[in-house]
C-alpha cells in the first residue's frame, strides 16, 4: 500500500519543525551559555551534546530531503511542485553547512578534548555559530514553504 501524500506531508513538516526546533534551541539558549564556559569545559560539554544530537538529527533531516522530494515529484500542479523543490533546495543547505561548516569544527572541538586545549587555541565557537545561523534560516524558511503548501497551495 503506498504511502498516502497527506501523511508524507505531515510527516516533512513534523520532522522540519523539529529540526527548526533544535536550531532554535540551540542559538537562543544552549549556543549562549557555550560562550560564556572556559575553552576547557566548553569542549568536554559540546563533545557531550553532541552525542545525542548527531545519531538523531542526520535521520530526521534526511526524513525532511527524502519527503520534499516524494511531494515535489507527486504534486499536482506546477506552483505546488515548484514549492517542495525549493523547500527540498533550501533544506538540503542544512546537511551540507553541517558537513562542511560545522564538521570541521567540531572535529578540532574533539581533537582538544582528547589532547587538551593548548594555549593558543583557535575557539571556534563564532564561526560554528555562524553556519548554524545560517543552516537554521535554511532550515526555518524551508519550513515556512512545506507549512505554505499544506495550508495555502493543496
Request: hydrophobic fraction near 55%.
Amino acid at each position: 500500500m503506498p504511502l498516502p501524500l497527506e501523511l508524507v506531508h505531515a510527516l516533512v513538516i513534523v520532522a522540519s519543525g523539529i529540526v527548526t526546533g533544535t536550531f532554535f534551541a540551540v542559538a537562543v539558549s544552549v549556543f549562549p551559555v557555550l560562550m560564556a564556559m572556559p575553552p576547557q569545559q566548553y569542549v568536554q560539554t559540546q563533545r557531550r551534546l553532541g552525542e545525542g544530537y548527531h545519531p538523531v538529527m542526520p535521520v530526521i533531516v534526511s526524513t525532511v530531503l527524502v519527503g520534499d522530494v516524494l511531494l515535489a515529484v507527486f504534486a499536482d500542479t506546477g506552483r505546488l511542485r515548484l514549492v517542495y523543490v525549493a523547500a527540498a533546495v533550501l533544506f538540503l543547505a542544512v546537511p551540507l553547512i553541517s558537513q562542511y561548516g560545522n564538521l570541521p569544527l567540531n572535529k578540532a572541538i574533539q581533537a582538544a578534548d582528547r589532547h587538551g586545549v593548548p594555549e593558543d587555541w583557535a575557539d571556534p565557537r563564532p564561526g560554528w555559530r555562524r553556519w548554524h545561523l545560517i543552516r537554521s534560516v535554511f532550515a526555518v524558511v524551508a519550513l515556512v514553504l512545506n507549512v505554505l503548501a499544506a495550508a495555502v497551495l493543496a
